[in-house]
Nanobody
């Protein structure tokens, strides 16, 4: 069983920065791509970013491209989301997820394990 635990959420001012972390249990972390999704109140959960098993390939939603950076440390079984210059519209619960394969995907159906989420609130 894989467990994913997010941390680092909180209140941040627009234009500031915040780093989310997601710690994974299990010995096969480095074999899988990882992703970040978010869900705002009343909205569908949406893709934010993904990173391949090696870390060499990344994907971003257009809405966060150039502001957010996904990275991973396979030695620590952890994936990160660096949020720079966040905007009020980035306010949401952020979830990390493990993909079923290693390449990275924007599609929710390609992810089989999810964390419990961490709240990010961006004030204007």
């Amino acid at each position: 069983q894989v467990q994913l635990v997010e941390s680092g959420g909180g209140l941040v001012q627009a234009g500031g920065s915040l780093r989310l972390s997601c710690a994974a249990s299990g010995r096969t972390f480095s074999s899988y791509a990882m992703g970040w999704f978010r869900q705002a109140p009343g909205k569908e959960r949406e893709f934010v970013a993904a990173i391949s098993w090696s870390g060499r390939s990344t994907l971003y939603a257009d809405s966060v491209k150039g502001r957010f950076t996904i990275s991973r440390d396979n030695a620590k079984n952890t994936v990160y989301l660096q949020m720079n210059s966040p905007k009020p519209e980035d306010t949401a619960v952020y979830y990390c997820a493990r993909e079923k394969a290693g390449g990275g995907s924007t599609q929710r159906r390609e992810y089989d394990y999810w964390g419990q989420g961490t709240q990010v609130t961006v004030s204007s």
